[in-house]
């Protein structure tokens, strides 16, 4: 709960794109600080100094080891200003808001960007471990005969490429699998996916046409538009598509249906009534409250079920029900997760087991991702946080609705929610 209100005034990012594509020339910190470096321009933020800036990220070069402190260096902003760095999985810029929307209401500043970036485009890919200490002992090797020695020690095997996979390391299993036994589960169709899929890019396309996103995305190497956007796709189409984990023949989640792989970098801009006042800014929400949740997905929990834990404690500390929202912000890792969380929170059994409590009850779906979700917009990783935060922002303030709901999964079996309110 906040002490004093936090508000959200705006956000920019980059078009998201597909990986490997139209940033597979582009660093990490290249998209982040061009990010950065927009936001300074639209708010004038020139030569300012900020409270702090919270970036999150999951895949970046242990190289990068000070990269939102050299992301704000490239900024704009004055070099007096601080910044840190958090990985919470796909909650990561969720999660860099809460904290710095704690640290404003707490009066310890007046204000702050949050944002974050992810790229599978500039991955780190490594070596084994094996490979690390024998060159090291190579390094450390106090004469020849030794250096040569530490040389012939090594094998093929220590050559053997690392590249990061979005696998559980307890499991083995990749999100998409995961997701594919929670569908099973709660017995989620592939046409129920595919529907909510098609819902989620001609939500999106429609928020371009209407320039919803305008000024929420910048024109960044020649695109200004997200490139997973399929204004032409239909049920027939989506149907046609293959199953993308589960080739056995029961596989329900595709690539239509699915969030996929992504680059980009997205932030927002967080004040207090002081800085409102001192920048001239309109406010156009205020960032209520935020829980986080984890479930045991070793033992057989649905990996991406953690929301609804969070979603639940929010409510009860705030005194709100579930259908006290006017839109609802729930992250499309798989429209099957949010096919399962929707159906989950329905069920008596699933509330009394993990909530202790009766079923929270249904949402009417057309406040559901009215701007479009994550399986339309894309999905890098640390950036979706900061995207829903400023999408929804602008939401509430141009419909003039009071309040909105925000979900997020994560990998490691955890969920994120928050609260924001009209200002």
Known sequence: MMKRPVYVVGGTRTPFAKSLT????VTGQELMTACLVQMTKQFNLQNERLGDVGLGSVIHSSMDWDFARECVLGSGVSPYTPAYGVQRACASSLETTWELALKIANSDMDI???????????????????????????????????????????RPSDL?????????????????????????????????????????????????????????????HGIAKDTFI?????????????????FTGTGTLTAGNSSPLSDGAAAALL????????????????????????????KGDGLLMAPTIAVSRLLDRNNLKLQDFDFYEIHEAFAGQVLCTL?????????????????????????????GGSVALG?????????????????????????????????????????????
């Not at 500039?122 to 002992?137: A, C, Q, W, Y």
């Not at 499991?171 to 595919?194: F, Y």
């Not at 004040?271 to 070793?298: G, M, R």
């Open 343 to 371: 159906k989950a929170w329905e069920s008596d059994e699933y509330c009394q087991k993990f909530m202790g409590k009766n079923a929270l009850g249904s949402i009417d779906r057309d406040k559901l991702n009215v701007k």
């Open 112 to 154: 702050a960007i949050t944002g974050g970036v992810d790229t599978n485009s500039d991955l780190p890919i490594t070596l084994p471990r094996s490979f690390t200490r024998k060159m090291l002992n190579v390094h450390k090797a106090k004469n020849f005969g030794d250096k040569i020695k530490g040389i012939f020690a090594f």
């Open 271 to 298: 004040v207090s009534e002081v800085a409102l006042k001192q920048y001239n800014y309109t406010p156009l929400a205020q960032f209520i409250d935020a829980e986080i949740a984890a479930i045991d997905f070793v």
């Open 230 to 246: 399929r204004s032409d796709t239909n049920m027939d189409l989506l149907a046609k598509l293959k199953p993308a984990f589960d």
């Open 22 to 25: 139209v940033y597979s020339d």
């Open 379 to 423: 999905h890098p990783f640390g950036a979706t946080g900061a995207r829903i935060v400023a999408g929804l922002s602008k939401l509430l303030y141009q419909t003039k609705k009071k309040r909105g709901l925000i979900s997020i999964c994560t990998a490691g079996g955890m969920g994120c929610a928050a609260i924001l309110e009209s200002a």
């Open 160 to 220: 053997k490429l690392q590249i990061p996979s979005v696998k559980e390391p307890r499991t083995g299993l990749s999100m998409g699998e995961h997701c594919e036994k929670m569908v099973k589960e709660w017995k989620i169709s592939r046409q129920a996916q595919d529907e909510l899929a098609l819902l989620s890019q001609q939500h999106a396309e429609k928020a371009y046409a209407e320039g919803f996103y305008q000024d929420l995305v910048f024109e960044f």
